[in-house]
């Protein structure tokens, strides 16, 4: 199904939730091709598969106007996810919609398969955004469960979910269903099935039409209604559509299927300039610094190294790894941030090649396909190949290459349409070249083959002897070949024929692509860097040092990657200098790609980092550190750091309590028995060893010293606060709603002091009172008893300014919130601030930097108010705050946004000083519920999902060129 419908607006005291003209992508389109691992007794509906087949796992859907003019293209691609995956990664209410439909774990999920659906969306005019969607087939039909817009960070859930087919779709088949979006909007579908005449089927004779109405509705109010009218063929599914609402008539046509119209296809997008050769120059300060990873949710390694690409928003790396994900990266501008991701349903082992030319991406992958996107990940067209492809895609002047494992080799035109076959007799995993006509390539018995290239006849054959996988090269007359037993050869284009044989060093494997100098080749021998005399084959020199990758020569200046160095070096190995890898867990496993003045190399866990000259404004991440494994993946963080003397602390979803050293090595400390434990509030510490851990009820005091839990003890009400320590006592704030002190030693209860008309209210003490924020009071930390109170209608967290007696806290008042500065002594108001409408969260906690107080708003704006005056002093308008995630120090404030940055702000005028790009989120929602960048001496620490980040600003980045 195609319709584009609004998710309508929530009124509420004038919020609301537009998000008219979202896409439900996954209705679209067919389902996922069948995986491996389905079990046999999991029977799909076979007449839902007829019109509806589950073996196409990618297309590309075009919008058209009335007049049948293209505006929007949609480029999707899908995947089955495991029902353990999708149990453990989904938020809550998705995982609720799955239990409506019976799956609660692998015994219900028998007949059910689940889907991801990756889908880009490119307008005309430029916009362009990236969706998630979520469905599921089960023995009574397909179903929307949700979708994610990961620019905005948000989730929308159907309850119960959506049916948009039935199991047995026939003529005269009807169905109503209705239920709620995010339990706010209402939603009602009425569904209809009709026979298709052949006219209006695309000269198909067994089709479908199939009918929708869906109603959006909040309190009885109608927000949206929409009509959908789409047509299904069998064996085929999804040809085309149209959708009628309130902002028009929107036809959708299935590329591909519905013909193979010029004007349907995306116009070639204009690319940034070619920027001038850059020096990669040894006098440049250098830094690493993590771009982004090719999926936020795994951590498999990066397959091959990064291809470049240009595109409108300039320059991107193209990334790939084991986990089946194509992910561009933006290198330049916005760099980090996610320009696209495809998901080929199989592994992309060769790695792409981009045709500037043309504007296309080409690769192909273990599913047997070769694949054309645009440069804006768009799907054009993919070719059936005769097995896996493992080599890298040649691109010629009129023609796309690819080589299957089993040797066979397809030659096709830019639209995808075969122009000739050919067979190289044995296996092959080489990357051909081309040398003007002549295509070269090599095989697993160790021949080297040449072929013409208008029509793939042979030309000359050579046979080398031993296996050859490494990428052929070329250089003017000659090609050079490497084998798997250390035998370098180089041989004359014209002929084949052999102007020397060597072995490289200690006759290690070679795997990877040669570099070639002046007069030097240069390869990786199974971890050994070797220089040959380019004229004689001779053995120039030799390195030790267990290489990663491919070797990369600049300016006679040789760059290559260990597991945990970037070196430079000179033709005959002599090493110039070393750059560690930022941090323990960081282990390169690709050679470095150069990117105008900088370096890009990819690692273990599919990071892609950039080594170059330190980029002002700017976070350079200095080091990522992430959890041990478990049988389900790596654990997610869910404690925000916690900073002592000598020590940070941070806890995972699994009860590891980890300490994190200054070079972000994780060493256990304790191994909690968590039993559902999941913190409902940021941990509280007494600043020495011992921190309080907060799970609804419950709370938890961990000493650090030792590794154990002291105590444990229902406190009688959910905690949302920080817990406080006092010099015997810790003391929280419940929604009973009371404030209870626990004794430091045993947890038993010293005292408890009931609380009237609490919003959420945080408890601060300076050791000999306790200051309540909500209702604002003053207690007496030894017993409990009343100081002060106060009738103000607060709520939320708050800040104290100890020294200068003030507490900051926000407050309603006529139905709108205002920013109180309270006298701790007395209670006394010193001045009141009108805040937006929107400033009502009573979880977001303020911001106290020297001068200001610092508001999170509901949207996009934070506003600082002047802590002695209450005078707006500044307004800073970024992206939208992730919950809870503002943090703040003397002259400074940091932020993590829903748009996935950093963003690190000046208190003088609430200008961007610096940002970091982080990877977006499929984790649950719980995973980023306590994420706060937390300040050190040295920087940033930000919890980031599966990791722990370090980030530093870029003008206090030192290292050496590497």
């Known amino acids: 199904m195609?319709?584009?419908?609004?998710?309508?607006?929530?009124?509420?005291?004038?919020?609301?939730?537009?998000?008219?003209?979202f896409l439900l992508t996954s209705l679209a389109v067919g389902m996922a091709l069948v995986w491996?691992?389905?079990?046999?007794?999991?029977?799909?509906p076979r007449e839902l598969d007829r019109y509806w087949p589950p073996d196409r796992s990618w297309g590309l859907q075009v919008n058209l106007d009335a007049s049948g003019r293209a505006v929007e293209w949609t480029g999707y691609s899908q995947s089955e996810l495991p029902v353990v995956q999708a149990l453990t990664t989904l938020n809550?209410?998705?995982?609720?919609?799955?239990?409506?439909?019976?799956?609660?774990?692998?015994?219900?999920?028998?007949?059910?398969?689940?889907?991801?659906?990756?889908?880009?969306?490119?307008?005309?005019?430029?916009g362009s955004r990236n969706v998630l969607v979520y469905t599921a087939r089960t023995p009574d039909g397909h179903f929307y469960l949700a979708d994610r817009d990961l620019?905005?960070?948000?989730?929308?859930?159907?309850?119960?979910?959506?049916?948009?087919?039935?199991?047995?779709?026939?003529?005269?088949?009807?169905?109503?269903?209705?239920?709620?979006?995010?339990?706010?909007?209402?939603?009602?579908?009425?569904?209809?099935?009709?026979?298709?005449?052949?006219?209006?089927?695309?000269?198909?004779?067994?089709?479908?039409?199939?009918?929708?109405?869906l109603i959006l509705s909040s309190q009885g109010t109608t927000l949206d209604s929409s009509s959908t009218t789409e047509l299904y063929c069998a064996h085929e599914g999804y040809m085309a559509g149209e959708t009628r609402n309130a902002r028009g008539l929107k036809r959708t046509v299935e590329y591909g299927r519905a013909g193979h119209?010029?004007?349907?296809?995306?116009?070639?997008?204009?690319?940034?300039?070619?920027?001038?050769?850059?020096?990669?120059?040894?006098?440049?300060?250098?830094?690493?610094?993590?771009?982004?990873?090719?999926?936020?949710?795994?951590?498999?390694?990066?397959?091959?190294?990064?291809?470049?690409?240009?595109?409108?928003?300039g320059l991107l790396a193209v990334v790939t790894n084991t986990s089946e994900t194509v992910t561009a990266l933006q290198v330049s501008g916005d760099a980090g941030r996610v320009a696209w991701r495809f998901m080929p349903g199989g592994s992309v082992t060769g790695g792409v090649v981009v045709d500037e030319r043309r504007g296309r991406v080409y690769f192909g992958s273990s599913a047997r396909q070769l694949y054309a996107l645009d440069v804006q990940g768009l799907p054009l067209w993919s070719v059936k190949l005769r097995d896996h492809m493992a080599a890298r895609p040649l691109v010629?002047?009129?023609?796309?290459?690819?080589?299957?494992?089993?040797?066979?080799?397809?030659?096709?035109?830019?639209?995808?349409?075969?122009?000739?076959?050919?067979?190289l007799g044995a296996l092959s995993r080489a990357t051909p070249v081309l040398a003007g006509s002549l295509l070269v390539f090599a095989n697993n018995n160790g021949s080297v083959l040449a072929l013409r290239a208008r029509d793939g006849q042979a030309v000359w054959r050579t046979e080398l002897g031993a296996p050859i996988t490494a990428p052929l090269q070329v250089n003017g007359e000659s090609v050079i070949a490497a084998s798997t037993s250390g035998e370098v050869a180089r041989l004359q284009l014209r002929s084949g024929q052999p102007v020397w044989q060597a072995t490289a060093g200690r006759g290690g494997s070679i795997r990877h692509t040669p570099a070639i100098g002046g007069e030097e080749v240069l390869v990786n021998a199974d971890g050994e860097l070797v220089t040959l005399d380019f004229k004689s084959g001779a053995v120039v020199a030799r390195a030790s040092g267990g290489y990663v990758g491919a070797p990369l020569m600049v300016d006679q200046t040789v760059h290559a990657a260990t597991k945990n160095e970037l070196q430079r070096l000179t033709t005959d190995l002599r090493v110039l200098d070393r750059t560690p890898a930022p941090g323990e867990h960081t282990r390169f496993v690709t050679g470095a790609t150069r990117a105008a003045d900088a370096l890009l190399l990819g690692d273990a866990q599919g990071g892609l980092w950039r080594s170059g000259p330190t980029q002002p404004g700017v976070l350079q991440a200095a080091w990522q550190g992430t959890t041990r494994a478990s049988?389900?993946?790596?654990?997610?963080?869910?404690?925000?750091?916690?900073?002592?003397?000598?020590?940070?602390v941070l806890l995972d979803s699994e009860g590891g309590v980890y300490r994190v050293d200054e070079t972000g090595a994780f060493h256990d400390v304790a191994q909690l028995d968590l039993r559902g434990f999941g913190l409902t509030a940021r941990p509280g510490s007494d600043g020495r060893s011992l921190i309080a851990l907060s799970n609804r009820e419950q709370l938890q005091l961990l000493d650090v010293t030792r590794g154990q839990i002291r105590w444990s003890v229902d406190v009688g009400g959910v905690l949302l606060q920080t817990p406080i320590f006092t010099k015997d006592t810790v003391i929280v704030v419940s929604t009973a709603p009371e404030v209870v002190a626990l004794d430091l030693q045993t947890g038993k209860t010293r005292w408890r002091r009931a609380l009237k008309n609490s919003l959420m209210g945080a408890p601060h003490t300076d050791g000999r009172t306790v200051w309540i924020s909500s209702p604002v009071m003053a207690l007496d930390a030894m017993t409990g008893e009343p100081i002060w109170t106060s009738e103000a209608a607060t709520f939320g967290a708050s800040e104290l300014d100890v020294q200068d007696k003030v507490m900051y806290v926000r407050s309603i008042q006529n139905n709108r919130p205002w920013l109180n500065a309270l006298d701790l002594r007395s209670g006394r108001v010193l001045w009141q601030k009108a805040l937006p409408a929107n400033a009502t969260t009573p979880l977001e906690p303020l911001g106290l930097t020297r001068q200001s107080v610092v508001v999170p708003t509901g949207g996009r704006e934070l506003i600082a108010l002047d802590r002695t005056s209450g005078q707006v002093r500044w307004k800073h308008d970024g992206s939208s705050l992730r919950w809870g995630s503002l943090s703040a120090q003397e002259d400074r404030v940091a932020y993590l946004g829903t748009d996935g940055h950093v963003t690190l702000i000046g208190d003088t005028d609430g200008a961007v000083l610096a940002r970091w790009r982080a990877a977006e989120s499929e984790m649950k929602e719980e995973t980023y519920r306590l994420a706060r960048p937390v300040f050190t001496p040295g920087g940033l620490l930000v919890p980031h999902g599966l990791e722990l980040v370090k980030l530093e600003e870029s003008s206090t980045s030192t290292g050496s060129r590497p």
């Open 151 to 213: 620019a905005a960070a948000e989730t929308y859930v159907y309850r119960p979910p959506l049916r948009v087919m039935p199991a047995q779709p026939r003529p005269g088949a009807r169905w109503t269903q209705q239920g709620k979006i995010n339990r706010q909007l209402d939603y009602r579908l009425q569904g209809a099935i009709e026979r298709a005449t052949p006219d209006a089927s695309y000269g198909r004779s067994d089709c479908l039409r199939v009918q929708r109405k």
């Open 2 to 21: 195609s319709a584009e419908q609004s998710l309508g607006t929530r009124d509420g005291q004038g919020s609301a939730l537009t998000v008219a003209g």
């Open 92 to 126: 809550a209410d998705t995982v609720q919609a799955l239990s409506d439909l019976g799956v609660k774990d692998a015994r219900g999920a028998a007949g059910v398969r689940i889907q991801r659906l990756a889908a880009r969306i490119v307008q005309k005019e430029g």
């Open 631 to 648: 049988r389900a993946g790596l654990p997610a963080i869910i404690s925000p750091p916690v900073v002592l003397p000598e020590r940070t």
């Open 261 to 313: 119209r010029a004007g349907w296809l995306p116009p070639a997008a204009p690319v940034a300039p070619d920027p001038a050769p850059t020096r990669v120059s040894a006098a440049l300060p250098t830094t690493f610094t993590l771009l982004g990873r090719v999926t936020p949710h795994a951590r498999e390694r990066v397959s091959e190294a990064p291809t470049l690409l240009r595109s409108p928003s």
């Open 396 to 423: 010629t002047a009129d023609a796309i290459i690819a080589v299957s494992e089993d040797g066979s080799v397809l030659s096709v035109d830019a639209s995808g349409k075969v122009r000739w076959t050919a067979d």
């Open 36 to 44: 491996p691992y389905w079990d046999a007794s999991r029977h799909a």
